[in-house]
């Protein structure tokens, strides 16, 4: 594990700059965990939450795995404890679910190159980001001929797509109003625009997979999808949209999540489905949601964005894609074997 870099004396610049991270939205406030107003919310029962222990049960060893992490900031897991300290502007957890998958698979070498904020052409040039004085390297640049495995989590910053959306909307109106003054924003008489958006991502994300191809043609390369972010029913105060609106924007996602699957399968790629498995663990699911809400919490999560428990679904998710099986049992913070992490820029 790396030093803690999240020490509270920092936190509020890291909440200061969090706003301009692409897909990280509302900005520095701070509350108690936030789970569904009573007789807010309807659907299905979320399903218990992970325990948490000190370790984590071993997967089989795959032997040779070289697995390189690609994506924003769904992948690298800013304010969820440990910071890594290399490319500190990428806000990059050690409990990221790369890390956990890379401890599920028992590795060889591990690089992780996740940024929050990464947008496709990240892909290809340094990314600017607000903390830290190293830019990060291109993240194609983690890849060699070499590689066997590839995840990639990107696409949600693509054209401000969720952005626009959570982080211009989720003061229009109290979650508990009517209509949906957020889709109105953006539904004209030319259409919904960001369904537009979210349809012209699938061409961006088919060149990024043709660019992880020749970069290693040999690599497993999953296409990992979004989580669940609202509710399939119904608002609550850690969404900060009407009901409407939810279900507007849970829509919206849908259409994102299914340009990212047919861009997987047009370049011979995987592509791995949250949807169903973070079904019940959205913002207003309370003790079981794998996603933050709508305020920043130190050292668990940036709004709107995956906590340690989420990332240890999707983490489990990702390997039973990989192996067809059951994923073990998983506990504590992860554990990538020892002499498996290379640190990147």
Same mark, same amino acid.
């Given at each position: 594990?790396?030093? +803690?870099?999240?020490?509270?004396?920092?936190? %509020?610049?890291?909440?200061?700059?969090?706003?301009?991270? =692409?897909?990280?939205?509302?900005?520095?406030?701070?509350?108690? !965990?936030?789970?569904?107003?009573? =007789?807010?919310?309807?659907?299905p029962q979320p399903s218990p939450a992970l325990d948490r222990a000190p370790t984590s049960a071993p997967a089989e060893q795959t032997v040779g795995t070289d697995y390189v992490a690609l994506g924003d900031?769904?992948?690298?897991?800013?304010?969820?404890?440990?910071?890594?300290?290399?490319?500190?502007? $990428?806000?990059?957890?050690?409990?990221?679910?790369?890390?956990?998958?890379?401890? *599920?698979?028992?590795?060889?070498?591990?690089?992780?190159?996740?940024?929050? &904020?990464?947008?496709?052409?990240?892909?290809?040039?340094?990314?600017?980001?607000?903390? &830290?004085?190293?830019?990060?390297?291109?993240?194609? #640049?983690?890849?060699?001929?070499?590689?066997?495995?590839?995840?990639?989590?990107?696409? %949600?910053? #693509?054209?401000? *797509?969720?952005?626009?959306?959570?982080?211009? $909307?989720?003061?229009?109106?109290?979650?508990?109003?009517?209509?949906?003054? $957020?889709?109105?924003?953006?539904?004209?008489?030319?259409?919904?625009?960001?369904?537009?958006?979210?349809?012209?991502?699938?061409? #961006?994300?088919?060149?990024?997979?043709?660019?992880?191809?020749?970069?290693?043609?040999?690599?497993?390369?999953?296409?990992? &999808?979004?989580?669940?972010?609202?509710?399939?029913?119904?608002?609550?105060?850690?969404? &900060?949209?009407?009901?409407?609106?939810?279900?507007?924007?849970? +829509?919206?996602?849908?259409? *994102?999540?299914?340009?990212?699957?047919?861009?997987?399968?047009?370049?011979?790629?995987?592509?791995?489905?949250?949807?169903?498995?973070?079904?019940?663990?959205?913002? $207003?699911?309370?003790?079981?949601?794998?996603?933050?809400? +709508?305020?920043?919490?130190?050292?668990?999560?940036?709004?709107?964005?995956?906590?340690?428990?989420?990332?240890? %679904?999707?983490? +489990?998710?990702?390997? #039973?894609? *990989?192996?067809?099986?059951?994923?073990?049992?998983?506990?504590? !913070?992860?554990?990538?074997?020892? =002499?498996?992490?290379?640190?990147?820029?």
């Amino acid at each position: 594990m790396t030093t +803690r870099t999240l020490a509270a004396g920092v936190v %509020g610049l890291i909440v200061a700059v969090a706003v301009a991270l =692409g897909f990280l939205v509302r900005g520095p406030e701070t509350g108690p !965990d936030q789970g569904p107003d009573p =007789g807010t919310q309807s659907g299905p029962q979320p399903s218990p939450a992970l325990d948490r222990a000190p370790t984590s049960a071993p997967a089989e060893q795959t032997v040779g795995t070289d697995y390189v992490a690609l994506g924003d900031s769904f992948g690298s897991g800013p304010l969820i404890p440990l910071s890594r300290s290399d490319a500190s502007g $990428c806000f990059r957890s050690t409990n990221n679910y790369p890390a956990y998958l890379a401890d *599920l698979l028992d590795v060889v070498t591990y690089r992780d190159a996740t940024c929050a &904020g990464a947008t496709i052409r990240d892909l290809r040039q340094s990314q600017r980001v607000f903390l &830290g004085d190293v830019l990060p390297a291109p993240q194609l #640049e983690a890849l060699a001929a070499g590689t066997d495995l590839v995840t990639l989590s990107l696409g %949600g910053n #693509e054209f401000g *797509l969720f952005g626009s959306i959570i982080g211009g $909307c989720s003061g229009l109106a109290p979650w508990t109003a009517t209509g949906s003054p $957020c889709r109105d924003n953006f539904v004209t008489a030319g259409g919904d625009s960001k369904e537009r958006d979210a349809r012209r991502i699938r061409a #961006e994300i088919a060149e990024a997979v043709a660019d992880i191809r020749d970069a290693a043609p040999d690599a497993d390369v999953l296409v990992v &999808g979004y989580p669940q972010l609202m509710p399939t029913d119904g608002s609550c105060a850690a969404a &900060g949209l009407t009901s409407e609106d939810v279900a507007w924007a849970s +829509r919206i996602q849908d259409v *994102l999540n299914g340009s990212l699957r047919r861009a997987a399968e047009s370049n011979d790629a995987g592509y791995v489905d949250l949807a169903v498995a973070s079904r019940g663990h959205d913002v $207003c699911a309370g003790p079981d949601a794998w996603v933050n809400g +709508r305020r920043d919490r130190a050292e668990r999560a940036l709004s709107f964005h995956p906590f340690q428990k989420g990332m240890v %679904g999707v983490a +489990r998710v990702v390997y #039973e894609a *990989l192996r067809g099986a059951d994923a073990p049992v998983v506990t504590g !913070d992860a554990a990538p074997p020892e =002499g498996s992490v290379i640190r990147s820029r």
